[in-house]
């Protein structure tokens, strides 16, 4: 029981930064502008350097052997993720894309960190990399309205794929373990940043929602019992019977367990699509995960 107990001290703590960033845009420190910026700065500077972060680590084969695993693993939990929500949210795109993908990179490392300590971040990266290849192709692909595509320059052109190739360099020559003080010190301070500045956007998006309609939706409560209880359930199945490291199956589980993806609000913004509505599935459902969280920690707890 004592990584949920851990996992649920880290969602209250992530919950203060998301409470700051209420506060912030409440009392106009923040705009809307703002909070598109600091977006920006997640998308194109902070979750890169996080999965660069990752990769900086002594290369071994044991290593390369768990981050491949560990990146099928995530392929098949993030295909029962899409599938389910296509099947269940055909015509409403938002609620496709929130379903679909959840918060591992914003919620998950962090969480993962702090229950599993930092080598199982490592463990980590395929999923991030993965979700966020889809959400760049596949999920903005739902909010314009076009037909699903990967384009090989959507692919290679974005800021993930570009972090993940320079964190595979790094891992694989050596060089991300042997980096100078000043460029390693540079590299974990952008990444540091990752959960507080994520949480305060969080917190910005739901000082934009009306609350009342927010809390009282049966659409968002259904729509989060979707992302925090039906897929994690679907992917904790298969994952009781296969013969991997528990630790991998942890992360994987944490990361299908997470919230809405902060992104989805980030992406409906892009593409002038309901952001007040894609604000409240972020909200409601970050809300809802300080309890469900620790809950499927547990559960894999006792069935792992």
């Known amino acids: 029981m004592e990584p949920a107990l851990i ?5 209250l703590t992530m919950a203060i930064y998301m409470f700051l960033g209420f506060a912030l845009f409440k009392t106009g420190k923040i705009t809307k502008e703002g909070s598109k910026s600091l977006a920006n700065v997640l998308v194109w500077l902070v979750i890169p350097t996080v999965i660069v972060d990752s990769f900086c680590v002594p290369f071994s084969i044991d290593k390369l052997s768990q981050l491949g695993i560990s990146a099928l693993l995530a ?8 599938l389910v929500s296509r099947l269940i949210y055909p015509k409403r795109p938002i609620d496709n894309f929130a379903a679909s993908f959840s918060n591992c990179g914003f919620m ?16 980590l990266v395929g999923f991030v990399v993965l979700l966020n290849l889809m959400q760049w192709t596949y999920g903005a692909g739902l909010l314009r309205g076009e037909k699903v595509g990967m384009s090989p320059k959507a692919l290679l052109l974005n800021p993930i794929a570009i972090g993940t190739g320079i964190g595979l360099l ?7 373990s042997r980096l100078p003080s000043f460029a390693r010190g540079a590299v974990s301070g952008v990444a ?3 959960s507080p500045v994520a949480m305060i956007v969080l917190g910005i998006y739901l000082a934009q929602t009306e609350l009342r309609r927010t809390f009282l939706s049966p659409r968002l409560y259904a729509l989060s019992g ?9 992917t904790l199945l298969p994952l009781i019977f296969l013969p ?17 993806g902060a992104n989805v609000a980030v992406y409906a913004q892009l593409y002038n699509q309901d952001y007040p509505y894609a604000c409240q599935t972020v909200a409601l459902s970050t809300v809802l995960s300080i309890l469900t969280l620790p809950v499927a920690v547990a559960v894999a707890g006792l069935v792992f």
């Open 108 to 123: 998950g490392i962090p969480l993962v960190r702090a229950g599993f300590g930092d080598e199982a971040v490592f463990l």
């Open 75 to 82: 392929a098949g939990a993030l295909a029962v993720s899409i």
């Open 226 to 234: 979707v992302r925090l209880l039906l897929i994690p359930a679907l």
């Open 7 to 11: 996992v649920f001290r880290q969602t």
């Open 170 to 176: 790094l891992f694989l020559t050596g060089l991300g």
């Open 244 to 260: 991997v490291e528990a630790t991998v199956k942890f992360v994987i589980l944490v990361a299908a367990a997470a919230p809405v």
């Open 192 to 194: 540091g940043l990752n």
